[in-house]
């Protein structure tokens, strides 16, 4: 149950060190978009390639060649739907949400934060962190694509 043997030992590590070399390659052939936190596919994507490393590592009946093709094919699929997004419309609507007006003019837009699904103790802190106390001291706040706040303050007209 602690340990088995050397050798399972053995394999976590070089698998590992191979696994995770090939994952750094990958990602740097692929381009910054792939590990962003632009929206909620490219969250899953970023889970699904740490589950893969985790299974490479983890499971026996995995080959490092397997799991280093699951990485990879993740990643093309992950640059041809961001590049398809940023040339046709309808992908872009299919795979990215558009940011959402929260609040404006120091109003709290109540259908807005029900559909986002964000009660006004999560936008008040939202505003806190971006050094606002009073609600009226905001121009808006924008819940982004990546599920951020951002704020423009009412003096920055």
């Known amino acids: 149950m602690f340990f088995e043997s050397w050798s399972d030992l053995g394999r ?10 090939a994952l750094i390659l990958l990602l740097r052939a692929s381009g910054k978009r792939t590990l962003t936190k632009m929206n909620a596919f490219d969250f899953v994507v970023t889970i699904a390639l740490g589950s893969t490393l985790a299974t490479i590592l983890l499971n026996r009946d995995v080959s490092l060649a397997e799991g280093v ?11 041809a739907i961001t590049w398809s997004s940023a040339r046709w419309a309808a ?12 609040l404006h003019d120091g109003e709290f837009l109540r ?24 609600p009226g001291q905001a121009r ?6 990546d599920g951020a706040f951002s704020v423009v303050r009412a003096d920055s007209r």
């Open 12 to 21: 976590v590590l070089a698998v590992g060190v191979c696994a995770y070399a």
């Open 69 to 79: 093709l699951a990485m990879a094919l993740l990643v093309w699929l992950q640059f």
């Open 91 to 102: 992908v872009h609507r299919l795979v990215a949400s558009e940011p959402t007006l929260l």
């Open 111 to 134: 259908e807005a934060m029900r559909r986002e699904r964000v009660n006004e103790r999560e936008l008040r802190q939202g505003l806190r962190n971006h050094g606002i106390e009073d």
């Open 140 to 145: 808006c706040v924008v819940l982004e694509t």
